[in-house]
């Protein structure tokens, strides 16, 4: 497996289809890149919200969304937007993330630096959990650590 930190934009990348994001499992995307997956997929963000009123989509879950040609893994890692992340939650998401794109062929994953933003995590400690998953699978992760909007990765 090799893990890339890069920066850049993961929504301007036109090769990267497979995309992944941490929130919050009370149904509200409201804030940070969360808004984006929200405004590009809006059909997800309807599946999403209805997954979390029904208590099916719950911390450290993993709730995959394939549209067009584009797959979204919503990676569960804080309870309410109001709630931190939590380092176990990351951990038991990205393992089930990694496990459905090895399940689906997936030779890539880009995300930006999920639970360190508004989930209120150090970025230190999360690019440590996202390092030791990377060595489990071969899966090219792509950690956006620096946003540029609108500029692809690099």
Not at 119 to 135: D, F, H, N, R, Y
Request: hydrophobic share 40%.
């Amino acid at each position: 497996m090799a893990i890339q930190f890069l920066q850049g934009d993961i929504f301007a990348t036109p090769d990267v289809k497979v995309l992944a994001h941490g929130c919050n499992c009370a149904g509200a995307m409201g804030k940070g890149i969360a808004v984006e997956f929200k405004k590009h997929w809006p059909k997800m963000y309807t599946e999403y919200k209805k997954q979390c009123t029904e208590k099916q989509f719950t911390v450290g879950d993993v709730m995959l969304w394939q549209e067009d040609d584009y797959t979204i893994f919503n990676l569960g890692t804080q309870r309410t937007w109001r709630t931190k992340a939590t380092t176990s939650a990351i951990k038991e998401s990205v393992v089930k993330m990694i496990q459905l794109a090895e399940e689906l062929n997936l030779d890539h994953i880009a995300l930006p630096r999920i639970g360190a933003g508004l989930g209120g995590l150090t970025w230190p400690t999360v690019k440590e959990i996202l390092t030791e998953a990377s060595k489990t699978t071969s899966i090219n992760l792509l950690i956006c650590e620096d946003y540029i909007q609108g500029q692809p990765l690099k």
